[in-house]
Antibody
Framework: DVHLVELGGGLVQPGRSLRLSCAASGFTFDDYAMHWVRQVPGKGLEWVSGISWNSASIGYADPVKGRFAISRDNAKNSLYLQMNSLRPEDTAFYYC??????????WGQGTLVTVSS | QSALTQPRSVSGSPGQSVTISCTGTSSDVGGYNYVSWYQQHPGKAPKLMIYDVTERPSGVPDRFSGSKSGNTASLTISGLQPEDEADYYCCSYAGSYTWMFGGGTWLTVL
């Protein structure tokens, strides 16, 4: 079974950094694109960033461009999101999602990032 | 990047059909056949229901179907069941390796 586990969430002050990770299992990790999607509690889904299987293609949503960096380590079956210059509006659950063509077919349970002083 | 437009809520009685619309632009929904739909129950992770506008993943009931016309995609759920009550989100590829979600629609099964 496909299993995605997000780690690294927590409380962080505005302007500080945080690194999320996603441990993947149950599929051939380096065959698939991976994505981060976030959701403010009680609000809708927002695609944050995606990375192709070989890291050759990377994309970011406008609100995080220049502040967040996505990466992956195929040897460790892991996906990462380095979040810098965090803002209160970045507060959300962050989901790791497996790419499937141009959709997201498996999701983790999410990790909560709270940006507050 | 603006979110795709979905109705805030829809409702239907058990056994009836409902359709949820998702309106974008020629740069996203209208420009690619890469629209997907997700079901999310409260407190749960989203679940893929439709991909590539009309395709159903294995295990998704054929009561769920997708379509697209111009810049608007639609999800139709026929034979409504109580467990279909949830939030539904559309998503489209938007070019340059970016994706965009709709604002979400809450489905009430009366």
């Amino acid at each position: 079974d496909v299993h995605l586990v997000e780690l690294g969430g927590g409380l962080v002050q505005p302007g500080r950094s945080l690194r999320l990770s996603c441990a993947a299992s149950g599929f051939t990790f380096d065959d698939y694109a991976m994505h981060w999607v976030r959701q403010v509690p009680g609000k809708g889904l927002e695609w944050v960033s995606g990375i192709s299987w070989n890291s050759a293609s990377i994309g970011y949503a406008d609100p995080v461009k220049g502040r967040f960096a996505i990466s992956r380590d195929n040897a460790k079956n892991s996906l990462y999101l380095q979040m810098n210059s965090l803002r209160p509006e970045d507060t959300a659950f962050y989901y790791c999602a497996k790419g499937a063509r141009d959709s997201f077919d498996y999701w983790g349970q999410g990790t909560l990032v709270t940006v507050s002083s | 990047q603006s979110a795709l437009t979905q109705p805030r809520s829809v409702s239907g009685s058990p056994g009836q059909s409902v359709t949820i619309s998702c309106t974008g632009t020629s740069s996203d929904v209208g420009g690619y056949n890469y629209v997907s739909w997700y079901q999310q129950h409260p407190g749960k992770a989203p679940k893929l229901m439709i991909y590539d506008v009309t395709e159903r993943p294995s295990g998704v009931p054929d009561r769920f179907s997708g379509s697209k016309s111009g810049n608007t995609a639609s999800l139709t759920i026929s034979g409504l069941q109580p467990e279909d009550e949830a939030d539904y989100y559309c998503c489209s590829y938007a070019g340059s390796y970016t994706w965009m979600f709709g604002g979400g629609t809450w489905l009430t099964v009366l």
